[in-house]
């Protein structure tokens, strides 16, 4: 008996030393700078080319970032992407293109340039006895990226 209250002692010590110690240890971080990593100078910017297709434009972002998203101004949001994107509008009309960058740190920053067609591209036209057979189509780096046809709506 006597050999089990020296145990129950050691054991009941030991516990109330170990809840003490993390009791007292256990401290909230200083937060002073977010998580600590900063994404410096970020520049979402981006220049817009005309090739020498019609209608055809090629998006070419600064570099300064991790991850790269680019709206097209087609209605299809924001999409990842990398920092080259050619791109055909073939219809006349003006196309919102956003990139959006984003940082260390979770820091992002967005650069938006309104591109403006014109004319409609005379190839992608299509007219059958009086109804307008506008074929649309959005391609990306030669990808397309949708096709709808009017009589099929």
């Excluded at 054991?11 to 993390?22: D, E, G, I």
């Excluded at 090739?51 to 101004?73: K, M, P, R």
């Excluded at 990398?82 to 196309?95: H, K, L, R, V």
């Amino acid at each position: 008996m006597i050999h089990f209250k020296r145990k129950y002692k050691i054991v009941s010590r030991f516990l109330l030393s170990t809840a003490l110690t993390m009791l007292i240890s256990c401290q909230p971080d200083e937060l002073d700078n977010g998580n600590g990593l900063n994404a410096g100078e970020m520049d979402a910017g981006f220049t817009v080319t005309t090739t020498e297709e019609s209608n055809t434009y090629l998006l070419e972002a600064n570099q300064s970032y991790l991850t790269s998203q680019w709206d097209l101004g087609v209605g299809a949001g924001f999409e990842i992407g990398g920092g080259t994107y050619e791109i055909f509008y073939p219809d006349a009309g003006n196309y919102t293109v956003q990139h959006r960058v984003s940082g260390i740190g979770g820091t992002t920053a967005t650069e938006t340039q309104i591109i403006d067609i014109e004319t409609s591209d005379p190839l992608a036209e299509i007219l059958f006895e009086g109804a307008s057979l506008i074929p649309k189509k959005i391609s990306i780096n030669g990808r397309l990226l949708a096709l709808a046809h009017p009589w099929l709506l």
